[in-house]
């Protein structure tokens, strides 16, 4: 079992920033991906950002340019930087963790509200 903490979300105003972390424990294979996704009320949950152990990163088109995704390996924590927030970034971030598959296969965090006002 591995076991997902999220912290970091809060309020902000449109053009802020805010940081999430994540930890990881538990029963975590050297090979894995973590990423982050978020879900909007009414809307389904959707990859914001991920990243490789090995470092390759991927992102959402509609955070390119304003989101950054890093980890850090020997504390099996995984960052967002969100920068130049937006009132669409609003919704429930949530991070996972997955060794084979889709994220469907791997673990969740209990989720981290951001809200961003205009």
């Known amino acids: 079992q591995v076991q997902l903490v999220e912290s970091g979300g809060g309020l902000v105003q449109a053009g802020g920033s805010l940081r999430l972390s994540c930890a990881a424990s538990?029963?975590?294979?050297?090979?894995?991906?973590m990423g982050w996704y978020r879900q909007a009320p009414g809307k389904q949950r959707e990859l914001v950002a991920d990243i490789t152990n090995f470092g390759n990163a991927n992102y959402a088109d509609f955070v390119k340019g304003r989101f950054t995704i890093s980890r850090d390996g020997a504390k099996n924590t995984v960052y967002l930087q969100m920068n130049s927030l937006k009132p669409e970034d609003t919704g429930v971030y949530y991070c996972n963790l997955r060794h084979v598959g889709t994220p469907a296969d791997g673990y969740w965090g209990q989720g981290t509200q951001v809200t961003v006002s205009s």
């Open positions: 538990g029963n975590i294979f050297s090979f894995n991906t």
